[in-house]
């Protein structure tokens, strides 16, 4: 007999099973919905790669990954479509997890190179590329050569590899740190790897490619560069693209290398004068139109950015403190820059101005078989957030701008983008130290203007030029060096007339300090003579910056490298063989009377000796000269032993020191040097005849001058100065300076 039917079965079975249904159907419907994004917090999952490799900075701006507003500016936005070869791709699909890394292509593809070196062509560089990173392997400019031989194989590099047992490639990608769904950051190597190239060159010069795979080759991102040299401009651009190839949002954050080490030049005269510069904007409490980029708060010498104990450079205490915003990068030496800026429209109203997607800047070092390593700048990307592949928002834009060429503050902002930008910052004319405060780049501008006007319209030879140049400015300053040297030739004329009065006084009351300065001073108000004579050194004082920033010019204006003297006479006259061929060749340069073409021998304090120099000869032998005119007349009865030791040494530094340091001086500058010497020669010798002719050093008339001027009288106080007229700046300066001595003596003598 049949068993009954289990009715409750019957209906727990089909309940259990649309249970399960269900259960699935929810969670497929679930899965469809987006996840939210990680934080993208550090990983110690490192890529392999050149130098030091990239470490994420423990900060909040990188423990979240914000997507950016597609309308940022500079190339950082994201959004727009991807190129047909990216939307002709299906979305991918890889399993949570998954390990990523860069597919490997074949080595052996050499990449397409650009530009020529062809002198005066169409091109001002030529960039060949490396596999490594799909950056630079060389940077060589078309009209720049190490010598003036220019010959073909002696163009200057101003970007270049270095390899050593690890390797730095210039704008090269490093490392992409990418963020999956529900995963911690991971490190994609883009450098380099032992099993073939990572970068894939294109049929387009230089365009390259790179796709980031998962554990079973299924594509997740691609990475293109696309170089593009401009004609008749050291600039490139750099159009730079990651795309999100799979169905699933995905935080990214690149990390590249930026401009590298310049070769140092000379090791001689001036030493390392390679810099390391930013440009920035000020917070917008201080310019609300955002539209100024300065520069002049970061002019760091290398040596010094190699010394700091932090590795990152930007942003830095004084950027953090005064809130200032990130617009270029870059490295000089002497003559020549490597920048990195934003791609900006220059005839936008309002351009940003901001470099938005670099985040940091931080100091990476390539040890080297010698004590000097290479530095090089890494750039580090804000974190963008990629929307799944055919959605907006699912590509990042990292382009940027890449300068490298002379420092040409002209030519640099006849280009509207650099212009705009202030590139024209990275020229700085000044030699640091203790006289880098004072040496004004306004007054640096305005001489370097002369000294093209000079040279265009005028002597069409940069040596008259400077000669002119110096003749000017000397001409402008003659008042206040007359001015100057009267008050000290008066000032020495009493001081030498009272020497054996003040001398007895020393001798009687040697014993007794204080009342020997009584009598001293005593004796100097019956004479006549009042200490502020001596501020006659005060014009020159205040003279200084102008040479200062004379000399700065001559010493890196780029225009005189290469340049030879007086049109070139002795190239013309001398055989090309012969060693006297380069004498005066190269106002960069010593001045090369007898060149031997290497180093003979390497002098402490003066550095390697490759030729025999006579403009620091002349220059000795017009310094001697100009002790004779210049030097105020000294008594020996009013001279200690050690001021009389003091002063010999000093005119020995001058005749003997200064020339031997100015051995391996480019001859611009010794030329320089000779020419202001001997018109300073020439000018005194002037100033002495017109104080002879006055009368001007006459004992009697100085005190009658100075009795008139405190009975309050209009009285000639200098040649030029008539009964009635007003009196000078300098000599009301002294005025009111012996004004005060007075009141002092007077409060002393009530005390007493």
Not at 100 to 111: D, K, Y
Not at 254 to 265: A, E, I, S
Not at 347 to 370: I, S
Not at 489 to 503: N, S
Request: charged share 20%; hydrophobic share 40%; with cysteine.
């Amino acid at each position: 007999m049949p068993k009954p039917p289990n009715t409750a079965l019957r209906l727990a079975v089909p309940l259990f099973i649309l249970s399960i249904g269900l259960g699935i159907a929810f969670l497929a419907l679930k899965g469809t919905q987006t996840p939210p994004i990680p934080a993208a917090t550090p990983n110690s999952s490192q890529p392999a790669g050149p130098g030091v490799t990239p470490t994420p900075p423990a900060s909040p701006a990188a423990a979240t990954a914000p997507s950016p507003s597609p309308a940022a500016a500079n190339g950082a936005q994201t959004g727009g479509p991807p190129p047909a070869g990216a939307q002709s791709q299906q979305a991918s699909e890889f399993a949570p997890g998954a390990k990523l890394h860069a597919r490997v292509q074949p080595a052996g593809t050499t990449p397409v190179e650009l530009g020529d070196l062809t002198p005066k062509g169409p091109f001002e560089a030529k960039v060949t590329f490396s596999t490594a990173g799909a950056g630079i392997r060389q940077i060589a400019l078309a009209n720049h050569f190490d010598s003036i031989e220019e010959k073909p194989d002696q163009h200057t590099i101003v970007q270049q590899e270095h390899v050593t047992d690890k390797a730095v490639t210039p704008m090269a990608a490093l490392a992409l740190e990418v963020t999956l769904p529900g995963d911690q950051p991971q490190f994609v190597n883009l450098y380099a790897d032992s099993a073939g190239d990572l970068w894939r060159p294109l049929e387009t010069p230089g365009a390259f490619e790179a796709v980031i795979v998962d554990d079973h080759d299924t594509p997740v991102l691609r990475l293109e560069r696309l170089y593009t040299l401009a004609s008749k401009e050291p600039t490139l651009e750099l159009s730079q693209k990651i795309f999100n190839l799979s169905g699933t949002p995905i935080s990214v954050r690149l990390y590249q290398t930026g401009p590298v080490d310049l070769d140092m030049g000379s090791a001689g005269y001036g030493g390392d004068k390679r810099r390391v510069r930013f440009g920035y904007l000020l917070s917008p409490a201080f310019d609300p139109s955002q539209s100024n980029v300065v520069s002049s708060d970061f002019v760091d010498y290398r040596s010094s950015v190699l010394k700091q104990p932090k590795d990152e450079l930007w942003p830095n205490d004084i950027s953090t403190k005064n809130s200032y915003a990130l617009s270029w990068l870059g490295m000089t030496n002497r003559y020549f820059g490597a920048a990195c800026y934003p791609l900006i429209d220059p005839k936008a109203a309002n351009p940003d101005l901001k470099f938005n997607w670099v985040q940091h800047v931080t100091r990476v070092t390539l040890a080297t078989t010698g004590p000097d390593p290479i530095l090089s700048m890494r750039l580090e990307s804000t974190p963008f957030a990629l929307a799944p592949s055919g959605r907006p928002n699912d590509s990042a834009n990292l382009s940027m701008g890449i300068f490298a060429g002379p420092l040409n503050r002209g030519d640099i902002n006849n280009d509207a983008m650099l212009s705009k930008l202030g590139l024209g910052g990275l020229v700085v004319y000044s030699l640091g130290g203790p006289c880098g405060f004072c040496t004004f780049q306004p007054v640096t501008r305005l001489l370097l203007g002369t000294l093209h006007v000079l040279h265009d319209y005028l002597t069409r030879d940069w040596s008259l030029a400077i000669i002119l140049l110096v003749a000017c400015v000397r001409t402008c300053l003659h008042p206040v060096t007359r001015w100057s040297q009267i008050r000290m030739a008066r000032f020495g004329k009493q001081m030498q007339a009272m020497g054996p009065k003040q001398k007895i006084i020393q001798e009687k009351y040697k014993d007794d300090p204080v009342r020997m300065q009584q009598e001293v001073r005593k004796l100097w108000s019956e004479e006549g003579i009042s200490p502020t004579g001596a501020l006659g050194c005060l014009p020159g004082l205040l003279q200084s910056p102008i040479w200062y920033a004379c000399y700065a010019v001559l010493f890196f204006a780029v225009e005189l490298r290469h340049q030879p003297a007086f049109f070139g006479v002795f190239q013309s006259v001398f055989p090309h063989n012969s060693l006297v061929w380069h004498f005066l060749g190269d106002l960069a340069e010593p001045d090369r009377f007898l060149y031997f073409g290497h180093a003979i021998v390497h002098l402490p304090l003066l550095g390697e000796i490759t030729s025999i120099n006579i403009l620091p000869l002349v220059l000795g032998v017009v310094f001697f000269m100009q002790q004779k005119y210049l030097a105020p007349p000294q008594s020996a009865s009013t001279m200690t032993p050690e001021q009389e030791f003091q002063m010999k040494l000093t005119k020995g530094m001058m005749v003997i020191g200064f020339p031997l340091m100015m051995y391996n001086a480019p001859s611009g500058l010794a030329l320089y040097f000779v020419t202001n010497s001997t018109l300073g020669i020439l000018e005194s010798r002037y100033i002495r005849s017109h104080m002879d002719k006055h009368g001007l050093l006459d004992l009697d008339k100085i005190r009658a001058e100075r009795n008139a001027r405190r009975a309050g009288k209009a009285q000639r106080v200098g040649p030029g100065v008539k009964p009635g007229q007003e009196e000078g700046f300098f000599a009301r300066l002294q005025r009111l300076a012996e004004e005060k001595q007075r009141e002092a003596a007077r409060q002393q003598a009530r005390k007493k």
